[in-house]
T-cell receptor, first 114, second 114 residues
Framework: DVKVTQSSRYLVKRTGEKVFLECVQDMDHENMFWYRQDPGLGLRLIYFSYDVKMKEKGDIPEGYSVSREKKERFSLILESASTNQTSMYLC?????????????FGPGTRLTVL | GNSVTQMEGPVTLSEEAFLTINCTYTATGYPSLFWYVQYPGEGLQLLLKATKADDKGSNKGFEATYRKETTSFHLEKGSVQVSDSAVYFCALRTRGSNTGKLIFGQGTTLQVKP
């Protein structure tokens, strides 16, 4: 089974702090994604990566950056956390480019910025 | 642009009732369509998918038919159980999208009472 793990289930940070959210997968998938989930808005794509050191902006990249130094790990970075970044963050992975291939999701990190 | 619209929730049903969750989409081209489910405290899991018009996706008693003429992909189940209580997301992926980007609806919460 594909396993996607996220470093924390719950995180509380203060405004202005630098925050790292980590995602690790064990299935050698090329593609990794970061989404945020907000009530009434569904999931929105922040960034994705299709290979090591490769990254592309999603729909809402402002205030975020990412790092992918190893194939199995994809980090989301909030350079200076703000209260409007309080949300549930979900990591996902996918093998290959076929539109038939499934995305596998981690359990999520619920981040609260005070 | 591409978008997905789901019916407002929460939907509250008694056990063994019939379920319909409406989903309509707007897309350029000819998308693939998906239903994901999120059980409490967990990440999203693929429930079913359909990749061309008139395809029926099915899994765990749930079904959805890709209707190109009405741009819809409604989720149905004949007899719900308490264990079906979850949040359901409709999503699309446009063809030729080698990024694998999914576009999600806002989610519909289903509560099933014994």
């Amino acid at each position: 089974d594909v396993k996607v793990t996220q470093s924390s289930r719950y995180l509380v940070k203060r405004t202005g702090e630098k925050v790292f959210l980590e995602c690790v997968q064990d299935m050698d998938h090329e593609n990794m994604f970061w989404y945020r989930q907000d009530p009434g808005l569904g999931l929105r794509l922040i960034y994705f990566s299709y290979d090591v050191k490769m990254k592309e902006k999603g729909d809402i990249p402002e205030g975020y950056s990412v790092s992918r130094e190893k194939k199995e790990r994809f980090s989301l970075i909030l350079e200076s956390a703000s209260t409007n970044q309080t949300s549930m963050y979900l990591c996902a992975t996918r093998f290959g480019t076929s539109e038939y291939n499934e995305q596998f999701f981690g359990p999520g990190t619920r981040l609260t910025v005070l | 642009g591409n978008s997905v619209t789901q019916m407002e929730g929460p939907v509250t049903l008694s056990e063994e009732a019939f379920l319909t969750i409406n989903c309509t989409y707007t897309a350029t081209g000819y998308p693939s369509l998906f239903w994901y489910v999120q059980y409490p405290g967990e990440g999203l899991q693929l429930l079913l998918k359909a990749t061309k018009a008139d395809d029926k996706g099915s899994n765990k008693g749930f079904e959805a038919t890709y209707r190109k003429e009405t741009t819809s992909f409604h989720l149905e189940k004949g007899s719900v159980q308490v264990s079906d209580s979850a949040v359901y997301f409709c999503a699309l992926r446009t063809r030729g999208s080698n990024t694998g980007k999914l576009i999600f609806g806002q989610g519909t919460t289903l509560q099933v009472k014994p």
